[in-house]
T-cell receptor, first 115, second 113 residues
Framework: ETGVTQSPTHLIKTRGQQVTLRCSSQSGHNTVSWYQQALGQGPQFIFQYYREEENGRGNFPPRFSGLQFPNYSSELNVNALELDDSALYLC??????????????FGAGSRLTVL | GNSVTQMEGPVTLSEEAFLTINCTYTATGYPSLFWYVQYPGEGLQLLLKATKADDKGSNKGFEATYRKETTSFHLEKGSVQVSDSAVYFCALRDGGATNKLIFGTGTLLAVQP
């Protein structure tokens, strides 16, 4: 079975630009969560998608948005980039909350640098 | 709100030394607890978990016991190897619709030969 794959692995943007990060979930998983990991910090929850709808959101502004597609893959979009958006963005897939096997499987991440 | 506190690193040990990384949590109820490991340049990998009080999670020689009395979930290994060098994150599963994870800040472990 394939794991969680993310693209691109690294990218550099400038302030004010927009970025799209992509994630393919592990086979059989239909729930996708996104986390932001700033340098030297633990990951922080951005939002989760289930059945192509946002299922919950952390403390992030609306310029962070996402999509989930019928094949369960997902995108994270960030508009009007700020320097503090520089971080490793992690995608994690899982079964739905009410499944007894609800354990997150993480991808390797997309490292975003904003100059 | 719920939170996780980990001991600060880096932790530097010689090969075959005993490892303890402290983790305490603040939460309502009894959330599931996890240890994740992040090797250089990689994403997070689940190391072990415990879903209720007094459960012991174990994997690859690592273990941690869910202690509700002390709200702790300390990670231990009897004999570390150089290949264990990584960042270790303690996390709890928050309640609500998403079951999101709340992570500690991570502890860097460096094992020297």
């Amino acid at each position: 079975e394939t794991g969680v794959t993310q693209s691109p692995t690294h990218l550099i943007k400038t302030r004010g630009q927009q970025v799209t990060l992509r994630c393919s979930s592990q086979s059989g998983h239909n729930t996708v969560s996104w986390y932001q990991q700033a340098l030297g910090q633990g990951p922080q929850f951005i939002f989760q998608y289930y059945r192509e709808e946002e299922n919950g959101r952390g403390n992030f502004p609306p310029r962070f948005s996402g999509l989930q597609f019928p094949n369960y893959s997902s995108e994270l979009n960030v508009n009007a980039l700020e320097l503090d958006d520089s971080a490793l963005y992690l995608c994690a897939s899982s079964f739905p909350r009410d499944s007894g096997a609800n354990v997150l499987t993480f991808g390797a991440g997309s490292r975003l640098t904003v100059l | 709100g719920n939170s996780v506190t980990q001991m600060e690193g880096p932790v530097t040990l010689s090969e075959e030394a005993f490892l303890t990384i402290n983790c305490t949590y603040t939460a309502t109820g009894y959330p599931s607890l996890f240890w994740y490991v992040q090797y250089p340049g990689e994403g997070l990998q689940l190391l072990l978990k415990a879903t209720k009080a007094d459960d012991k999670g174990s994997n690859k020689g690592f273990e941690a016991t869910y202690r509700k009395e002390t709200t702790s979930f300390h990670l231990e290994k009897g004999s570390v190897q150089v290949s264990d060098s990584a960042v270790y994150f303690c996390a709890l599963r928050d309640g609500g619709a998403t079951n999101k994870l709340i992570f500690g800040t991570g502890t860097l472990l460096a094992v020297q030969p």
